[in-house]
């Protein structure tokens, strides 16, 4: 089946404890990305990577590290939580040169930061 | 930079009627694409219906369709015969042609759906 994994699905820390989200695709796709979704102002979009080896900033990038490794894995990586990071996360995937540019999105990761 | 804006927080409308979900975006592109996508109580992103804006018929799937005005830079969604689980929050959202640029979406309207 043709899908976007994270894990983990719920996730409560603490401030300065670093943690990893990971995020998986098994439809050989070359786009992938990472979006945050708080109350009230819709979907962000945090880091992206049009293929292996390469990363970009999307509109709220601060606090967040990403690396694409491998085509499928895209990870996001809090350095340092703190508690204006909690939120709710997406990872999405789509092929880049699709017509269609429709993105396929994971599940969701809730994120807790106390 | 292009915005997406939905001027209905929360809408509702009653079992099997026909509702319509506003959205308006700004950009100086003539290439792009357009998108609505429902969120569940689930959480997770699912496609509605797609749009590109090279094409000038109007979007359909099964009771979901758009009212896409190119010149006015509207993309309105309706949905007939409204179903219990239609209940959800609604995202409009922008990708421009390149690829290479994110989805930029809307702020949601919530749409509640009366039995």
């Known amino acids: 089946e043709a899908q976007v994994t994270q894990n983990p699905r719920y996730l409560i820390t603490v401030t300065g404890k670093k943690l990893t989200v990971t995020c998986s695709q098994n439809?050989?796709?070359?786009?992938m990305s990472w979006y945050r979704q708080d109350p009230g102002l819709g979907l962000r979009q945090i880091y992206y990577s049009m293929n292996v080896e390469v990363t970009d900033k999307g509109d709220v990038p601060e606090g967040y590290k990403v690396s694409r490794k491998e085509k499928r894995n895209f990870p996001l990586i809090l350095e340092s939580p703190s508690p204006n990071q909690t939120s709710l996360y997406f990872c999405?995937?789509?092929?880049?040169?699709?017509?269609?540019?429709?993105?396929?999105f994971g599940p969701g990761t809730r994120l807790l930061v106390l | 930079a292009q915005t997406v804006t939905q001027s209905q927080p929360e809408m509702s409308v009653q079992e099997a009627e026909t509702v319509t979900l506003s959205c308006t975006y700004d950009t100086s592109e003539s290439d792009y694409y357009l998108f609505w996508y429902k969120q569940p109580p689930s959480r997770q992103m699912i496609l509605v219906i797609r749009?590109?804006?090279?094409?000038?018929q109007n979007a359909t799937e099964n009771r979901f369709s758009v009212n896409f005005q190119k010149a006015a830079k509207s993309f309105s969604l309706k949905i007939s015969d409204s179903q219990l689980g239609d209940a959800a929050m609604y995202f409009c959202a922008y990708r421009s042609y390149s690829g290479n640029t994110p989805l930029v979406f809307g702020k949601g309207t919530r749409l509640s759906v009366i039995a």
């Open positions: 749009q590109e804006a090279y094409k000038q």
């Open positions: 439809m050989n796709h070359e786009y």
């Open positions: 999405a995937s789509s092929p880049f040169r699709d017509s269609t540019e429709t993105q396929y």
